[in-house]
């Protein structure tokens, strides 16, 4: 899987959008861009995935550049219980047991 | 979504004991689980793919003897660590596949005092 670049740490106003930017240069053709996100002491949650489109859920908004190298995920109205580690993954979309490779990823604080 | 429930969610045991920690697919069938170790303030690391029905493979510099897992059914996955010592204590988290997505337990909090 390839690897991706987060920035460790964001702090987002309550109420504001969150941006969370994700680098994956080496990106493959068949490889999705995933989000999950760990609450402090809790299993990782999904958030929500794509390929190229950018999409939507009741979530969150996930940004992917044309040329995919990066993705942005957006929390349109960020809350104190958004406080969490994002993880933005790169991985083949298939059911043959790929597992996740976790980065470091972005400790967001939303702050009152 | 999918659930995935492990148990139990804390346990302290004392240096030298054996711990054992399930995860189960509660509405699905899961031939592969993952377990992947969290240590404070750092990210998850895999530890070893669980197979059923068959071994399960581990990453380089974790020790088989010492993380036994066994994958009997295709709901349930154990991993068990044996002669415990307080360089385990860690957050342990368990994740299933199901049609594609991946779906985590809730994680155990082992402490070994």
């Known amino acids: 899987d390839a690897k991706t670049t987060q920035p460790p740490s964001m702090d987002c106003a309550e109420g504001r959008a969150a941006n969370l930017p994700c680098n994956h240069s080496?990106?493959?053709?068949?490889?999705?861009v995933y989000w999950y996100r760990q609450i402090h002491s809790q299993g990782p949650q999904y958030i929500i995935h794509g390929l190229k489109n950018n999409e939507t859920n009741e979530m969150a908004s996930l940004i992917i550049t044309e040329d995919r190298k990066s993705s942005t995920l957006i929390l349109p109205h960020a809350t104190l219980r958004d406080t969490a580690v994002y993880y933005c993954i790169v991985r083949v979309n298939n059911n043959a047991g790929n597992m996740l490779t976790f980065g470091g990823g972005t400790r967001l604080m939303v702050k009152p | 979504g999918a659930v995935v429930s492990q148990h139990p969610s804390r346990v302290i045991c004392k240096s030298g004991t054996s711990v054992k920690i399930e995860c189960r697919s509660l509405?699905?069938?899961?031939?592969?689980m993952f377990w992947y170790r969290q240590f404070p303030k750092q990210s998850l690391m895999l530890m070893a793919t669980?197979?059923?029905?068959?071994?399960?493979?581990?990453e380089q510099g974790v020790e088989k003897d010492k993380f036994l897992i066994n994958h009997a059914s295709l709901t349930l996955s154990t991993l068990t660590v044996t002669s415990a010592h307080p360089e385990d204590s860690s957050f342990y988290i368990c994740s299933a596949i199901e049609d594609t997505e991946a779906f985590f337990g809730q994680g155990t909090r082992l402490t070994v005092v």
């Open positions: 509405d699905f069938q899961a031939t592969t």
């Open positions: 669980s197979n059923e029905g068959s071994k399960a493979t581990y």
């Open positions: 080496t990106i493959s053709g068949n490889e999705y």
